[in-house]
Every structure is written in structure tokens, then in C-alpha cells.
């Protein structure tokens, strides 16, 4: 068995521990915004001091419009599908009282009237980055399947503990790393990249759909 090497266990441990520090320890100072850029900054810079030991960027990166259209598929099924979801009313229930923590923490970050620019950031920018550091290297160095699909579903806890409450956050989470595992397996179809950001980008869409819901 293929052991995981102390640089990957740290990238797979720091993001959940700087969300935190800027999602709860600093809720509303400029500290949390600073942690919070110097995360992204850290996810962007930490995959390069590997890269010898990664697949080829060019190779990984490289444009694929079938890959593309696959993961635009399923990005539109995760989309579609929760759409539906969130009609019922048990589930509509439990989404709606996350309904004042959203407000509240749109407003601390202070991007309420941005909002719709930071989904549109968030949804195609931001997915990609993901995307390079948990399938390119944190996936792609491990080969550990269930492993980093769960570390990437960390520090999506943190956030979903804020807004519900203990069980649904856990729910929440699994969910979060069933999607990571749906990433991981199509970026392994041809070590590429492109149908894996699809797919993110349409569930990263269907979130801020719902928390548009919730702040108007």
C-alpha cells in the first residue's frame, strides 16, 4: 500500500485548519479576509514545489472539449437535481433556516452587493483552482481515491456547521465528498482536467443559487 507522503498530508489538513481561523476564530475582523487570501495563495504556490513529481501540467491543462462537454453534463444534472431537492418541503425547511447565517456572514465579508460577481468568481475562477490542488496534485500525487475526495471535503464542513447544525452539516459534507470522488474519477479518465472543473463549476453554481435564495 502506497504510503502518503508528509507534504500531501499537509495539504490535505491546511485548508480545513485556515477555514477555521477565517471562517470562525476571526468572523467579521480583516483578519479573516487576510487568512482567507493568504489560503488561496498558499493552495495556488504549494503544488509547485511538487511539480517533478506530478502528471505534466501541459498534459493535465491541455484544452479537451469532450472532457468539457461531459463534466458540463453532469455539472448540469448536480444543478438540476438539486434544484429538484430543494423543492421538497423537509429539505426546503432545513436550507431556509440557514437563511439569517447567510445574511450575516455575506454581510461581514462585506460583498453583499457583489454578490452575484463573487458566485460568478467563485463558480468558474475559484472552482478551478480546486480543481488544480485537489485533483492535479493532491488526487493525482496520492492516487487515493476516497482519501482526498474526504480531506477536500473538510473545510466545507466548517462553513456548513456555521449555517446548519451538526447533523446536517454532516450530511452536507458527505455529499461534498461523494462530489470530490465524482471530481476524482473524471479527472482520471485521461488525467485532464477540464471535465472535472465542468462539473465543479455546476455544482458551485447550484450553491450560490441557493444562497441567493436565502439572502433575498
Not at 19 to 42: C, H, M, N, R, W
Not at 86 to 91: C, E, F, N, Q
Not at 102 to 119: C, P, T
Request: glycine share 6%; proline share 2%.
Amino acid at each position: 500500500m502506497k504510503t502518503i507522503n508528509k507534504h500531501l498530508i499537509v495539504a490535505m489538513t491546511l485548508p480545513l485548519l485556515a477555514s477555521v481561523f477565517y471562517f470562525e476564530v476571526f468572523d467579521g475582523q480583516i483578519l479573516a479576509q487576510i487568512l482567507y487570501l493568504a489560503a488561496k495563495i498558499f493552495i495556488l504556490i504549494f503544488p509547485l514545489l511538487f511539480i517533478k513529481q506530478l502528471s505534466p501540467f501541459k498534459k493535465v491543462f491541455k484544452f479537451d472539449i469532450k472532457e468539457l462537454v461531459l463534466g458540463a453534463i453532469i455539472g448540469m444534472a448536480i444543478f438540476g437535481l438539486g434544484f429538484l431537492l430543494i423543492k421538497l418541503p423537509a429539505i426546503a425547511e432545513i436550507v431556509m433556516s440557514a437563511a439569517p447565517f447567510v445574511q450575516s456572514k455575506i454581510n461581514s465579508f462585506g460583498v453583499m452587493e457583489h454578490y452575484l460577481l463573487m458566485a460568478l468568481v467563485i463558480s468558474f475562477v475559484h472552482s478551478m483552482l480546486e480543481e488544480y490542488y485537489w485533483r492535479w496534485f493532491v488526487y493525482g500525487e496520492s492516487k487515493k481515491l476516497i482519501l482526498s475526495a474526504g480531506a477536500f471535503s473538510l473545510h466545507h464542513f466548517v462553513v456548513l456547521n456555521y449555517y446548519f447544525d451538526v447533523w446536517a452539516a454532516l450530511v452536507l459534507t458527505l455529499i461534498v465528498a461523494m462530489g470530490g470522488v465524482l471530481f476524482n474519477l473524471l479527472y482520471a479518465r485521461k488525467e485532464n482536467i477540464w471535465g472535472a472543473w465542468a462539473a465543479h463549476v455546476g455544482a458551485d453554481l447550484f450553491i450560490f443559487y441557493v444562497g441567493g435564495l436565502l439572502i433575498w
